[in-house]
């Protein structure tokens, strides 16, 4: 399984940047997306099912962020709201061993994408 990470930038405290994680071979499988910022250790952002029926989020994005999924394209989303000076990391997208799995947990993610820059300027 290979991913692909897109669509990272600089963008102003309040605005919107939409995250693209291109997925080539495999089977369907669960997707998360983590982040990790300067200093500070990878953390958990959002994870989808293989369906696109469960999503889960961390608390500190939760109402901002939303992740989808488009598996004719083999595509998953991370749409981003309201971005704030402390949303700034390197954003990456990760694929799960099962197809249900939308948890936290990285060691349940066996495949991950090199990674795109997110900036949130204030």
């Known amino acids: 399984v290979q991913l692909q990470a897109s669509g990272g930038g600089l963008v102003q405290a309040g605005g919107s940047l939409r995250l693209s994680c291109a997925i080539s071979g495999g089977s369907l499988s669960s997707m998360g997306w983590f982040r990790q910022a300067p200093g500070k250790e990878r953390e958990f952002v959002a994870a989808i099912s293989w369906s696109g029926t469960n999503t889960n989020y961390a608390t500190s994005v939760k109402g901002r962020f939303a992740i989808s999924r488009d598996n004719a394209k083999n595509t998953v989303y991370l749409q981003m709201n309201k971005m704030k000076t402390e949303d700034t990391a390197v954003y990456y997208c990760?694929?799960?061993?099962?197809?249900?799995?939308?948890?936290?947990?990285?060691?349940?993610?066996?495949?991950w994408g090199q990674g795109t820059q997110v900036t949130v300027s204030s």
């Open positions: 990760s694929a799960g061993g099962h197809p249900y799995y939308t948890g936290s947990s990285e060691s349940n993610y066996d495949y």
